[in-house]
C-alpha cells in the first residue's frame, strides 16, 4: 500500500499513513488563512526512505488547494521549500 497524507485538524496536524501505521506527521497551527508548521517528524523505521518529503509535498499541495499560506518555523519543511522552488509561492513573506 502507498502511503498517504491527510489533514487531522482536532490534532492540528498533518499525518502521513500506511493504512492504520502513521509513519509521521507535520504539526502546524492556524493563523487566518496561513498555516505555521511548528514540528515535522517520521517514525525511526521510516527515516531515509522520502517518507518526510512525501508528507510536506502532500500538506503544501493541501495547503495551496484550500488558498493558505504557509510559515514554515519548522527546519524540515523550511529545508524542503527551500529545495523544490515550485512551492516557493505558498511561503507567507510578511
Known sequence: MEPTVQDVPES???????????????????EGDR???????????????GVGGKLVRG??????????????????VRGWIGKHPEYADLVDAS
Open 12 to 30: 492540528s496536524r498533518y499525518e502521513i499513513r500506511d493504512g492504520d501505521r502513521r509513519l509521521g506527521l507535520a504539526a502546524y497551527r492556524r
Open 59 to 76: 500538506a503544501l499541495d493541501d495547503v495551496r488547494a484550500h488558498g493558505r499560506r504557509v510559515v514554515a518555523q519548522c527546519s524540515f
Open 35 to 49: 498555516v505555521v508548521f511548528t514540528h515535522t517528524e517520521v517514525e525511526p523505521e521510516a527515516e531515509g526512505t
